[in-house]
């Protein structure tokens, strides 16, 4: 299974600054995603970040407020840029297994936006 | 559109009630299935899959989940509920293109 580590864990920031999150697999993995889990709700999808290409963003989501990086096949970034106190969420990365067959979660990063 | 429905969004049992949570989703394709769980303040963790084959699924904890294609349903059972089984509980489906949408997720209170 894998092992994910996200960074940093929790944070509080300014309105209008930016926040990078960084996600750590310890194996070799296609795809990566990025959830955001808003208090009290589901996990909603933003992006899923294959290795050598570029993110693809579900609706209601873009690259300008979140852009995402994925230099190597253990590594990503998530950005929330510009940010404002509606963006204070439990920010996710996952990954699946070589097989596919289970998606692992990271330990996720809590962001409070003041 | 692809989505994923969760029917219950708070339940409260007792100890020893049976449990089952209901999970719907829209999509005439290949699908693989899942139930998560959340404890409070964890992150959150497998509790069963189905991809093919018999569709009662077991899973951890005495968990198990049925797959019924023809009502496009993956509903959640447990016969008899502990109190360390409250948590937060999400449906969740993988759709032909290999992102996973999940449901609203189901709080999952247990009175000891």
């Known amino acids: 299974s894998a092992v994910i580590s996200q960074k940093p864990s929790r944070d509080i920031c300014q309105r209008g600054t930016s926040l990078t999150i960084q996600c750590q697999v310890d194996?070799?993995?296609?795809?990566m995603f990025w959830y955001r889990q808003q208090p009290g709700q589901s996990l909603t999808l933003i992006a899923t970040?294959?290795?050598?290409?570029?993110?693809?963003?579900e609706s209601g989501f873009v690259i300008d407020k979140f852009p995402i990086s994925r230099p190597n096949l253990t590594f990503s970034t998530l950005t929330v840029s510009n940010m404002s106190p509606e963006d204070s969420s439990i920010y996710l990365c996952?990954?699946?297994?070589?097989?596919?067959?289970?998606?692992?979660f990271g330990p996720g990063t809590r962001l409070t936006v003041l | 559109a692809q989505s994923v429905s969760q029917h219950n969004h708070h339940v409260i049992l007792s100890e020893a009630a049976s449990l089952e949570l209901g999970c719907n989703y829209s999509?005439?394709?290949?699908?693989?299935l899942f139930w998560y769980v959340q404890y409070p303040g964890q992150h959150l963790q497998l509790l069963l899959k189905?991809?093919?084959?018999?569709?009662l699924v077991k899973g951890i904890k005495g968990f198990e989940a049925e797959f019924i294609k023809s009502k496009f349903s993956f509903n959640l059972r447990k016969p008899s509920v502990q109190w360390s089984d409250t948590a937060e509980y999400f449906c969740?489906?993988?759709?032909?293109?290999?992102?996973?949408?999940f449901g609203k997720g189901t709080r999952l209170h247990i009175l000891p």
């Open positions: 996952s990954s699946t297994d070589g097989g596919r067959n289970e998606q692992f």
């Open positions: 194996s070799q993995v296609t795809m």
């Open positions: 970040a294959n290795q050598g290409s570029e993110a693809t963003y």
């Open positions: 999509y005439g394709g290949t699908v693989n």
């Open positions: 189905y991809f093919s084959g018999d569709p």
């Open positions: 969740a489906v993988r759709f032909g293109d290999d992102k996973i949408i």
